[in-house]
């Protein structure tokens, strides 16, 4: 099956830093998402974005499909964005059978 | 606007029961997924229902079974809980199989 790998594993920022976090999968996908889960357990869609840059508020997101690999940046970072954040991908026509990458645990100290 | 319900929210059992989780999709969504996350770990999927029919299976064996009803809302079922199976259970809607998916709460289950 298909790989996804993410970086790095684990992150601790000053409120107010920029990150990147990166995402690389290992072939073609259809289908490609960001999620974030808080320490409640909550996953939170982020972005669907089999390609392509999209933005919202002070999260963006890039995916170079031809490369695979996506790329979450956050700015700014506050103490809310702390939680683990997973990237998921679907190579297949069919569905929303995401393959989850292992999580980059964020923690963004005041 | 309600999104994904999910119920009970903890659940605790003995090994060799069989248990039954319970998901109510987002308004307006039709396809429901289950996922199981253990501790530590990326969610993995279980099965994916659309139209009241199973369309798709992850790897996981004949014990976990679902259901999907008219109104669209879902069940998982596992039989013969083993210890292993102690995870969060996370079911996701979208409208339509390939778009953005919504995830519940999840059940916490331990089996003991």
């Known amino acids: 099956g298909i790989q996804v790998e993410q970086s790095p594993p684990d992150l601790i920022l000053q409120e107010g830093a920029n990150s990147t976090l990166r995402c690389n999968f290992s072939d073609s996908v259809n289908n490609l998402q960001w999620f974030h889960q808080n320490p409640w357990g909550q996953l939170i869609n982020l972005f669907y974005i089999p390609s392509g840059t999209k933005q919202n508020g002070r999260l963006s997101a890039t995916t170079v499909a031809t490369e695979r690999y996506s790329l979450l940046y956050i700015s700014s970072s506050q103490t809310t964005d702390s939680g683990v954040y997973f990237c998921?991908?679907?190579?297949?026509?069919?569905?929303?059978?995401?393959?989850f990458g292992g999580g980059t645990r964020l923690m963004v100290k005041p | 606007d309600a999104g994904v319900t999910q119920s009970p929210t903890h659940l605790i059992k003995t090994r060799g029961q069989q248990v039954t989780l319970r998901c109510s999709p987002k308004?307006?969504?039709?396809?429901v997924s289950w996922y199981q996350q253990a501790l530590g770990q990326g969610p993995q999927f279980i099965f994916q229902y659309y139209e009241e029919e199973e369309r798709q299976r992850g790897n996981f064996p004949d014990r976990f079974s679902g259901h999907q009803f008219p109104n669209y809302s879902s069940e998982l079922n596992v039989n013969a809980l083993l210890l292993g199976d102690s995870a969060l259970y996370l079911c996701?809607?979208?409208?339509?199989?390939?778009?953005?998916?919504?995830f519940g709460s999840g059940t916490q289950l331990s089996v003991l």
């Open positions: 308004s307006g969504h039709d396809t």
């Open positions: 998921a991908v679907d190579r297949n026509n069919a569905g929303n059978m995401l393959t």
């Open positions: 996701a809607s979208s409208l339509g199989a390939r778009w953005k998916l919504f």
